[in-house]
Every structure is written in structure tokens, then in C-alpha cells.
């Protein structure tokens, strides 16, 4: 059975890091792109960043860049979106998901989603 494991969220005040992982367990990650999501209460799904089964191409939203950094380890086939100087603004359920097609921001080209892990930036 393919699975996505999401870890690493959690409660921070503005300013601060956290690093998200997202394992996989049922398949290898080589061969896939992989992207992060995140959902706030109220809004849609946005496309937070993506990186290239090669881990050569990667591709963030505008929201986030300068900020958020993600990168891969097939070896441990674990992807990790490292996010720092967070804001109030980042706080969401954040998701990750794998399609065998280039990164693309569009939910609907992926085929398999973690459960989300839920990151608050509070003071």
C-alpha cells in the first residue's frame, strides 16, 4: 500500500524554524516529484513547493520563497520542507503528495497524499 507520513509540525511563534518531513512507506520515491501543500481554515489548497524526482528542479510559491527550502533524500526516501521565519500567515494543515508527472502546483496531479500535519504560528 503506498503511504505518505507527514511529521514536524506543531506550535511556534512568528520568527521561528520547524522542519517538516514527509516519508514514504509501500514505494520508492525516486521517480516522483513530490509537493508540499497547505490549507488554511476557510481557504482552498494552496501549492506551498515542489521539488523534481531528481531533486535538480525545485519551485515554490511566491508566499514562500527566501523562506521555505525543500529537499530530498531517496536514500531515506524522505522529503523535507524546512520553513523558517514563520508567520501567522504560514499557519495551515500542511500535506505532501506524489505524482510521477513534473512538479506542478495543481492538486489534481497528484496521486497519493499524506494526512497533513498541522503547523499554528502563534505568539
Known amino acids: 500500500q503506498l503511504q505518505l507520513a507527514e511529521s514536524g509540525g506543531g506550535l511556534v511563534q512568528p520568527g521561528r524554524s520547524l522542519r517538516l518531513s514527509c516519508a514514504a512507506s509501500?514505494?520508492?520515491?525516486?521517480?516522483?516529484?513530490i509537493g508540499w501543500f497547505r490549507q488554511a481554515p476557510g481557504k482552498e489548497r494552496e501549492g506551498v513547493s515542489c521539488?523534481?524526482?531528481?531533486?535538480?528542479?525545485?519551485n515554490y510559491a511566491n508566499s514562500v520563497k527566501g523562506r521555505f527550502t525543500i529537499s530530498r533524500d531517496n536514500a531515506k526516501n524522505t522529503v523535507y520542507l524546512q520553513m523558517n521565519d514563520l508567520k501567522p500567515e504560514d499557519t495551515a494543515v500542511y500535506s505532501c503528495?506524489?505524482?510521477?508527472?513534473?512538479?506542478?502546483?495543481?492538486?489534481?496531479?497528484?496521486?497519493?497524499w499524506g494526512q497533513g500535519t498541522q503547523v499554528t504560528v502563534s505568539s
Open positions: 503528495a506524489a505524482t510521477w508527472r513534473l512538479c506542478t502546483p495543481v492538486p489534481d496531479e497528484y496521486d497519493t
Open positions: 509501500g514505494f520508492t520515491l525516486d521517480g516522483y516529484a
Open positions: 521539488i523534481s524526482s531528481s531533486g535538480g528542479s525545485t
